[in-house]
């Protein structure tokens, strides 16, 4: 089993940053990628981007070089700039280990003036 936990949502202008975590535990040595999704409301969940357990990072066409993924051990950071209403959504984060997904409970990220 593995257990992940987001943080770092919140309140940011239009233009501002935030840096989101993802801390992975459990049976973590089997992890081959950790990926970020989203959910706006009344919208399906759309991946963002995914970073591989050898740190080969990949990502969605939306971000445009916005957003950047990397990875500490056990914890994953989603680094967002230049942030747009438009990036207003429950961020997620994802786990894949041996064909299984194990995913987070969400954390919310409103981009607003």
């Known amino acids: 089993q593995v257990q992940v936990v987001e943080s770092g949502g919140g309140l940011v202008q239009p233009g501002g940053s935030l840096r989101l975590s993802c801390a992975a535990s459990?049976?973590?040595?089997?992890?081959?990628?950790i990926s970020w999704y989203r959910q706006a409301p009344g919208k399906q969940r759309e991946l963002v981007a995914t970073?591989?357990?050898?740190?080969i990072p990949n990502y969605a066409d939306f971000v445009q070089g916005r957003f950047t993924i990397s990875k500490v051990q056990n914890t994953v950071y989603l680094q967002m700039n230049s942030l747009k209403p438009e990036d207003t959504a429950v961020y997620y984060c994802?786990?894949?280990?041996?064909?299984?997904?194990?995913w987070g409970q969400g954390t919310q990220v409103i981009v607003s003036s």
């Open positions: 970073i591989t357990s050898g740190g």
């Open positions: 459990g049976s973590i040595f089997s992890i081959s990628a």
């Open positions: 994802k786990a894949l280990r041996l064909g299984s997904d194990y």
